[in-house]
């Protein structure tokens, strides 16, 4: 068998071609919620490489990483899990594992991923590589009848899962050292309608937000036989008369120097929480209803995007100081911020102007504006090094 | 012009295979001093992919990573600075930057890779792309005449480095934004004789520890304006009468909930400081002098390994119980250890093995083990997401 040269260059060019030889540690995806598509980013380069489309239903979606940073896992609200190959541009695996799901995690060693649901109201586990199902964990309570939401899906170390059941009320926590036979310790009567949950950069506390009252669910997960306990009993909605316009979300608190930065519910404030004692040490105005309050990797800065009518701002607080010390608008509907893994830079989502803009974070300078497709969460590869995300 | 296909197949074969797509977030090296190379390592496969020779004089080396994770920053003993593609397992670039050196750091931006140099005293800043020189800052003091050996080299937020003139009894810190016109910031009489140095992971203070007297050189890099100031007067030999076997490193200096680990020296002793108020607050009695006391990403363990001649040994301490809760000897000579990103396994060097060992950091059970020409310091990539690595 014979091939003229030319062919020959071309099924050469196209063996390689597939994907280029690179490293995976500043790449990153945004979601692109109407067209259900992600854009692959590079953060060196401050580009886009590429698109994979055909992720279904994205609203509210998020991601997590393989421990290599070269596949990402995308949670779509329809229940779909996607694995994207990054290097290659496209999806390497998807099932349909849910009917209405919300997100989740990967498990420290990156061998399992799980995903939280709505209906039906449970947690599933799956293995990273094949997606393969290796427990089904119903969030069954009460007289065993009834299956609660699942909410707050964190990974916490020693291959455990840490989420909030909505209706039920409870802090459950998954150990899935043995991925086929799960073992879960309940913590029951938590608080009213937990709603969102999040575990501390260490792993040892696991915090619920309850919208059914005031104050937040706290297990200090080092010792689980103090049960859980309730803390910042006036935190919500309280004596407050501003309408709430969206609920914050507690995945965007920010933890720097000791100090807990949360967004108040409903008030033009971020609170400011002592870590060690878990009380409330001060507030600091700011210019609207706080969606995500996320601090800069170093902890100097901490970045507050709002509800609507004030969603187009983004404001900066100097932790230093304790106050607000920039004010911008990046444009008309913020949704979501990403810092580079050592904070130079921030990657923020401004979806009604199709647009992913890149921010110095020292200078303030805007470095880039990308296009992409009313663009939602920002989530770089450096997230498969972090635990509680 | 014509190939048969069995040219063809080995040609496509050939041009695919010099490298494999995949992901770098799991790789790391391990240096290889007697040799002059490092093994490529997997921590996912927990396997050595390969080895890159060539490296020169590696002992005491270190090494940095690019922000994309492919290439490591091999900084050797004979002023080699050697660019080390993980994916291709060779060379891509190396220069002898200095005659005697002692390791070097990475910019928070990625794009400048520093050297510190004992001779001629100094720091020399690279691209990190093509390792050509952009700036060469002499560590001159005192009348002009003399240069200072440097130590302590470390990064820091704002494209800084900072470090520490062992000779001069000054730390520096020198400002990178424009990388031809470096400015720098000199704290002038800080204490006698620093001899290494580190920055804590939020990148706020930097540390140097001080061989010509007892105590600790501080920085608070976010209030220059205060100066330098001296901590733990008592630390040192003081009335110590065990002979020092081993100065031991400051970059193994762990922090975890709040406090400072640190090891005594001299003693068989981990130092416990309050990060807060850089007051003692406590010491655990080990097993010898410490060497590295490093904590677990989740700050629930910390690890000690030892000088001779109780260099077999780790132990581990509960942060909780603040006490020693395991004793194991890996080998004869544990010259260094490194965690896994979210920290579910340890990786260690038996230098005189000639192995490296991976553990299981919950159960203590060993995983691994790898076959090694006398390793020393083991480095994951995913410290190109940290600050002060």
Redesign the interface.
């Known amino acids: ?5 030319s062919i ?1 260059a071309a ?2 060019l196209s ?2 071609s597939g ?1 280029t ?7 990153g995806i945004v979601i692109e919620r109407a067209g259900g598509s992600v854009a692959v980013i590079d ?2 380069a401050r580009a886009i490489l590429g698109r994979v489309e055909g992720l279904g239903d994205l609203s509210h979606a998020s991601a997590v ?7 990402a896992y995308v949670f779509g609200r329809d229940g779909g899990l996607s694995k994207v190959d ?3 541009r496209r999806i390497a695996r998807r099932i349909i594992q849910a009917g209405n799901s919300i997100g989740g995690a990967i498990s ?3 061998r399992l991923v799980a995903a939280q649901n709505y209906e039906p109201g449970g947690v599933k586990v799956f293995d990273a590589e094949t997606l393969e199902l290796l427990a089904d964990i119903p969030a069954t309570y009460g007289d065993g009848s009834r299956r609660s939401k699942v909410v707050g899906l964190a990974d916490v ?3 455990k899962f840490a989420y909030a059941l909505f209706d039920a009320g409870e802090i459950w926590v998954a150990d899935l050292s043995k991925p086929r036979e799960p073992k879960v310790t309940k913590f029951l009567s938590i608080g009213s309608q937990p709603y969102d949950g999040l575990v501390t950069p ?3 506390h696991y915090l619920a937000g309850l919208f059914g009252e005031d104050g937040i669910a706290l297990v200090d997960l ?2 689980p036989e103090q049960g859980a306990r309730k803390i910042l009993a006036s935190y919500g909605k309280g004596m407050e008369k501003l309408p709430v316009f969206k609920m914050p979300h507690l995945r965007g608190w920010a933890v ?3 100090r807990v930065y949360l967004p108040a519910i409903g008030k033009h404030e971020v609170l400011v929480v002592d870590s ?1 004692t878990w009380q409330e040490v001060g507030r600091i105005p700011v210019k609207g209803q706080p969606v995500f309050v996320m601090a800069r ?4 800065q901490i970045w507050v995007n709002f509800a609507f009518p004030d969603y187009s701002h983004i404001q900066v607080i100097d932790t ?1 100081e304790q106050k607000v010390v920039q004010t911008f608008s990046p444009g008309k509907a913020v949704l979501h911020m990403e810092f580079t ?4 830079n921030v990657w923020i989502s401004a979806r009604d102007d199709n647009r992913v803009l890149v921010y110095d974070t ?1 200078s303030f300078a805007k470095l880039a504006e990308l296009p992409a497709q009313n663009p939602s969460g920002i989530f770089f ?2 997230r ?4 509680g995300f």
């Open positions: 068998m014979k091939f003229p040269f020959l099924l050469l063996a390689c994907a030889l690179r490293g995976t540690g500043d790449l953060s060196s990483y393989s421990r290599d940073g070269r596949y990054l290097l290659r420290q060693d990156g170390p020693g291959n260490d792993g040892r080092w010792k720097a120097g000791g060690a990797p170093d902890g100097r230093l893994p050592r904070g130079e020292a590869t450096s498969a090094a972090r635990i």
